[in-house]
């Protein structure tokens, strides 16, 4: 949960990343939606299942915004065999969460 709260990760090479992991398993591939409109993602998985004695309905809706310094041009997408949704991107000068300011003495 940490993760969606802060998705900049440092690579091992040093740069910043996004990464946020969601669990789409109930859903098949063809159900799930990602866009970007501006600094916002959002993942939308909608899943009907009828049969002639039951009916089963599940929905999945997530927005973020995207941090400072991520393109949303850049954002990749990849889905797992065991359904985990990872979502990418480079993260340009994004900060990481708070961060202390000095203040200068004059």
Excluded: W
């Excluded at 949960?1 to 591939?29: F, H, W």
């Excluded at 501006?38 to 899943?47: D, I, P, W």
């Excluded at 990849?78 to 203040?103: H, M, R, W, Y």
């Amino acid at each position: 949960m940490n993760r969606l709260r802060c998705p900049i990760v440092t690579k091992p090479d040093g740069s910043k990343a996004l990464e946020l992991q969601l669990d789409l398993s109930n859903y098949k591939p063809e159900e799930i939606n990602i866009k970007t409109a501006g600094k916002e993602l959002s993942v939308h998985a909608k899943h009907e299942e009828k049969t002639e004695n039951s009916s089963v309905y599940q929905e999945f809706t997530r927005k973020f915004t995207l941090p400072e310094g991520v393109n949303p041009e850049k954002v990749e997408s990849t889905l797992s065999k065991d359904g985990i949704l990872t979502i990418s991107g480079p993260a340009d000068n994004a900060l990481e969460g708070p961060k202390a300011i000095p203040i200068e003495h004059k």
